[in-house]
């Protein structure tokens, strides 16, 4: 089984994009999830993570520009992505924190770009 992420594509500096994870097989239940991303040659890096009843999360790079929320009746994370940088571009992954091997999905490609 394996969280699929979906949302991505190619947005200009300063862009905004919304990638949504649908957990089908309900394997996020309960549990802090978190959104992931791997730059071209780069280690795959937390971005943001978020539990029932606690704060989210998020890594230093992409606080105040990012949003992470979850839909448990949708059983669907978002992350709400703005003023979007260069830097920011990568394949974004969705899968519980800590991390399970066997979640790992395709990923969605981000592309920032002018």
């Known amino acids: 089984v394996q969280l699929q992420a979906s949302g991505g594509g190619l947005v200009q500096p300063g862009g905004s994009l919304r990638l949504s994870c649908r957990d089908s097989q309900k394997i996020f239940s309960n549990n802090v999830v978190g959104w992931y991303r791997q730059a071209p040659g780069k280690q795959r890096e937390l971005v943001a993570s978020?539990?029932?009843?606690?704060?989210?999360i998020y890594a230093d790079s992409v606080k105040g520009r990012f949003t992470i929320s979850r839909d448990y009746a949708k059983n669907t994370v978002y992350l709400q992505m703005n003023s979007l940088r260069p830097e920011d571009t990568a394949v974004y992954y969705c899968?519980?924190?800590?991390?399970?091997?066997?979640?790992w999905g395709q990923g969605t490609l981000v592309t920032v770009s002018s």
């Open positions: 899968n519980k924190n800590p991390p399970y091997s066997r979640y």
């Open positions: 978020i539990g029932r009843g606690s704060e989210p």
